[in-house]
């Protein structure tokens, strides 16, 4: 029996095919993630997007009380998650009190979040905080230098649903 097509035939067409679907499994954001961040008593939820992007949308008792919104920080002249990978992520628990300089109502005030650091490439990282009461994000930076940086940058919308 005699074969029409030989293997060294398809060879280059098999290596073309393979070297196709490196480059397509290259191209695609494999960084991207959903984070959950949740308060001490697991009413507010945070849930917090990277990948090319970073945005966050955040729940009390499962009602969306802030659609998902696109968060980053220029510094000198560069949007920073937009310019550098996500790199990991590292969560905490605290659970702590001081007493204020201050005099308030209460001599002791309790201090207990959960804490979710986000890693980039580039010396920058995000921490967000859930509280009972609320939430709160910031960047922090290891540059080791002084930056200029613009914290009303123009990719920070805030959705926020209406309720009727």
């Given amino acids: 029996m005699t074969h029409i ?9 098999l290596k073309f095919l393979g070297l196709f679907f490196m480059l397509l499994l290259f191209s695609l954001d494999v960084t991207a993630q959903q984070l959950t961040l949740t308060s001490p008593d697991k009413s507010t939820e945070i849930n917090i997007y990277t990948g090319k992007k970073l945005s966050f949308s955040i729940k009390k008792n499962g009602e969306s009380i802030l659609d ?10 560069k949007y920073m998650v937009e310019s550098h990978g996500f790199r990991s992520s590292k969560a905490k628990t605290v659970n702590t009190s001081f007493n204020p300089v201050l ?16 890693k980039f ?7 967000f905080r859930a509280y009972d009461e609320g939430v709160a994000y910031r960047f922090t930076t290891t540059m080791g230098r002084e930056v200029k940086k613009r914290c009303t940058s123009p990719s920070h919308r805030a959705h926020i649903p209406c309720f009727h």
């Fill in 5 to 13: 097509f030989s293997s060294c035939t398809y060879r280059p067409f």
């Fill in 121 to 127: 490439r580039g010396g920058f990282n995000v921490e």
């Fill in 103 to 118: 005099p308030l109502k209460n001599a002791t005030v309790q201090d207990n979040y959960n804490e979710l650091t986000l």
């Fill in 68 to 77: 998902e919104s696109t968060i980053d920080i220029e510094i000198d002249g």
